[in-house]
């Protein structure tokens, strides 16, 4: 027995002590790499506030170039809120210079006098004793020591899957640094005195450095940082820091844009700049979240050795435990769902506000109240724009959580003064009592109004949600509150339909105004069936020598009553009502049909163009349509184009680029109508399978006045050619527009200078001679 007993001991004690000596070196190695991480930690919270400092000493260097060069209160006022901020981060480093490793003693040290000489360098600025150009080294030297200070200790014990962000960390800094160069130089071209070709030149030098950086960042960083480089490339105020670029280049080192001063310069660059900011301390993040992760790791796998012996006796315990927990937990998720069926009867289940259901109840005991007490109260419906977009590219997660965000505000908002509710999907009700005399209304709804100002933050998303108000005020009093949330929706009604409107106040005449709107949506409804539209061609023509290549399918309505109605006016409210899908059917089918009939008759083989509207992209079985309307007509694939707005496309890319490739799989012609009116750039039209660009009309019509038109038409141009895509030009209608868009490599274009829109029967002599001859436009009569 006691050799068993020796026996087991030895079988148990072995493996076990065995088990420990590795047990404690494991947990060695992670209590040193805990201790490591935490360093780490250490040096890049340190990384962060060397960061703000650059960043505001970056601020400072291009407010006191611009303040030299024009010497304006408005740049002094500027520069002293960034010297303000420069002094807030500089106080902040001295406190925690300490803190850096012994490798960096001697750069921190440099840094500390340079900080010491910025003082005297500022009190000349002050003085105006230093010519723009001159003020930038002092900062210069500072900012790039900072910036070896801010790399060297964010870059601290990277390895692994970081290594590429590691390694494109240092040019995202100097390209952040080469951007607010930018923005120095920049200034003080445009406030000097003169023109300082010196000045200009260095700005040009400066621009072809950060695209060096930018092509270096984006070639070593991991792909979801480059791609954040790009979309933020892609935002509108981006896109308009490249407009006033390109006016300075454009004018050159002899004159200055006149319509670009140095402060609306320094406001479009503030932008990027601070994206760029965020940019930066997203890579410190990221690393800062590696050392967190590797901590818990190791402290987790501590816990687990120290714990290890009293598993079986835990588990007992557990066991027990779990039992009687699983009871009382069936016993509450009982009562539980009793509860909360109670609640959902009368409650959203998404925000927890009252349901319309229980809203009306409650609006009518207040309408009982005010009416009996004569005192006023009001019902406001809060209707947010543009929310089914937001659900179809976001989805539904980021969609509840806008809602609950939104729900949250205007709660803070009403108060006890009121009461909120939900109404319907996107829709909140909100009944007023205290406060809204005549002379409060307006200030009551905009404070409602208001609370959708600010963006809302969805995880790493900011997404603007804009509304309308509809209100109605009472006396006079409703009989019940269901009429009072018909007229608040007539009115919200009312007020997304005006232009420049955020609400409106229900009067009576808005009953028939919303009449006739429905009106127009039953005319809708029956026109197709009626005979009421009417399908016209407007010829395509090749620049070069005038011979017909396609012709474009235009809907009209002629109303029997109203006569004809312009697509402006029907066509927004067929997409809102969802006739337009029974409508573009009817367009695409009448297009394919008449085209097909033309070519048998040996008219050309000419293809012809159908435009489609953001509804049909996104329905999902656009595809199937398109192939059914081609099987009936007869008419080949290649036959047909299908023209898209840029905007349509870029509201769900993703979606848009798998409808378009199926699409171009079967054939079919895909463009780009309007182009240059909306926020498409390279990078996203390149994710498209198009094959023609469509240059809108509005810049064709202003070629032969010169300026923005002529830039952006030639943009267009270069990017169709550099692309190889075919650009048509719309709208021409002199022989000067055609000359100018021949000789820059147009090769296609429809307008009045050729043929206006007509039936089928006008087009077939056109058809039969094969080519238009060019004729200045004359008004229609």
């Not at 390895?159 to 390694?167: A, E, M, R, T, V």
């Not at 028939?512 to 005979?531: F, K, N, Y």
């Not at 290549?549 to 067929?574: C, K, N, T």
Request: with cysteine; net charge negative.
């Amino acid at each position: 027995m006691d050799r068993l007993g020796i026996r087991i001991t030895l079988a148990i004690g072995i493996p076990l002590l065995a088990f420990l000596m590795m047990a404690l070196v494991a947990l060695q190695d992670r209590f040193d790499a805990a201790r490591h991480m935490e360093q780490v930690q250490t040096h890049t919270a340190l990384g962060h506030r060397v960061q703000a400092l650059v960043h505001a000493l970056q601020a400072e260097r291009d407010s006191s170039a611009g303040y030299l060069s024009g010497q304006d209160n408005e740049f002094f006022s500027i520069l002293e809120r960034a010297r303000q901020h420069t002094d807030e981060a500089m106080a902040d480093f001295r406190q925690r210079a300490d803190q850096v490793p012994p490798a960096l003693k001697g750069l921190v040290a440099g840094i500390r006098g340079d900080l010491t000489e910025l003082d005297a360098h500022r009190d000349r600025v002050d003085r105006l004793q230093l010519p723009p150009l001159e003020v930038l080294p002092v900062y210069d030297r500072l900012i790039q020591r900072l910036i070896l200070v801010a790399a060297h200790l964010t870059g601290e014990g990277g390895g692994g899957d970081l290594s590429g962000l590691l390694n494109a960390y240092r040019p995202l800094l100097l390209l952040k640094e080469h951007a607010a160069l930018e923005r120095a130089l920049g200034s003080a071209w445009l406030s000097g005195a003169s023109e300082d070709p010196d000045v200009f030149y260095r700005y040009l030098s400066n621009l072809a450095i950060q695209e060096q950086q930018r092509s270096q960042f984006l070639s070593l960083a991991p792909p979801a940082f480059g791609n954040a480089l790009l979309m933020l490339e892609s935002e509108t105020a981006y896109q308009s820091l490249r407009a006033a670029r390109a006016a300075i280049i454009n004018h050159g080192v002899a004159s200055r844009p006149p319509h670009l001063s140095a402060v609306e310069w320094f406001g479009l660059t503030r932008e990027r700049l601070e994206r760029l900011r965020s940019l930066e301390q997203t890579v410190a993040t990221r690393i800062l979240e590696r050392a967190r992760a590797a901590r818990s790791e190791a402290w987790r796998g501590f816990a687990w050795m120290l714990v290890v012996g009293g598993v079986l006796l835990l588990l007992v315990l557990g066991l027990s435990a779990a039992i009687v927990q699983d009871l009382m937990r069936r016993h509450r998720s009982h009562q539980q769902a009793l509860d909360r069926a109670e609640y959902l009867v009368r409650h959203d289940a998404l925000t927890g506000l009252p349901n319309r259901h229980h809203f009306t109840e409650m609006l009518d005991m207040e309408l009982g109240r005010a009416r009996e007490a004569r005192r006023p109260m009001g019902l406001c419906l809060v209707d947010l724009a543009g929310f089914s977009d937001i659900n179809r590219i976001w989805g539904d997660a980021v969609a509840d959580e806008i809602l609950n965000q939104v729900a949250a505000r205007l709660a803070a908002q009403v108060g006890h003064d009121g009461l909120l509710a939900r109404i319907y999907g996107d829709q909140f009700g909100v009944i007023l009592r205290e406060g809204f005399s005549v002379a409060q209304r307006e200030g009551r709804v905009m404070e409602l109004l208001a609370v959708l100002d600010a963006p809302f933050q969805v995880g790493a998303r900011r997404i603007e949600v804009d509304g309308h108000v509809g209100l109605v005020a009472c006396p006079p009093y409703a009989e019940h509150g269901s009429q009072l949330l018909a007229h608040a929706g007539i009115a919200v009604e009312g007020a997304k339909g005006t232009p420049g409107s955020r609400w409106l106040q229900f009067e009576p005449g808005m009953l028939s105004r919303h009449t006739r709107m429905v009106e127009m949506d039953h005319d809708l409804e029956r026109a197709l069936d009626q005979g009421q539209f009417h399908v016209v061609y407007q010829p395509r023509v090749d620049l070069a020598d005038g011979r017909i290549v396609s012709l474009e399918a235009l809907l009209r309505w002629h109303h029997p009553q109203r006569g004809w109605i312009p697509p402006d006016v029907f066509i927004p409210r067929a997409e809102a009502n969802g006739t337009i899908i029974a409508i573009g059917d009817f367009v695409l089918n009448a297009a394919c049909r008449q085209a097909h009939y033309w070519r048998q008759a040996g008219l050309g083989e000419f293809s012809v163009a159908v435009n489609l509207s953001t509804v049909q992209l996104y329905q999902a079985d656009l595809v199937e349509r398109v192939r059914a309307a081609l099987e009936a007509s007869g008419l080949p694939a290649s036959a047909l184009e299908l023209e898209l707005t840029e905007t349509g496309l870029m509201e769900d890319m993703d979606a848009a680029r798998q409808v378009l490739a199926q699409l171009r799989a079967m054939g079919v012609g895909l463009s780009v109508d309007d182009f240059g009116t909306g926020h498409s750039s390279l990078a996203y039209l390149r994710r498209f399978p198009v094959n023609c660009l469509k240059l809108d009309k509005r810049f064709v019509g202003d070629l032969e006045a010169g300026g923005d038109a002529e830039v952006i038409a030639g943009a267009v141009l270069a990017l169709a050619q550099s692309l190889g895509l075919t650009c048509v030009a719309e709208g021409v209608e002199t022989r000067a527009q055609a000359d100018w868009l021949l000789a820059r490599g147009c090769r296609q274009a429809q307008g009045y200078l050729y043929a206006r829109p007509q039936p089928a029967e006008t087009c077939e002599p056109l058809l039969a001679a094969g080519t238009l001859p060019a004729r200045e436009a004359v008004p229609e009569a």
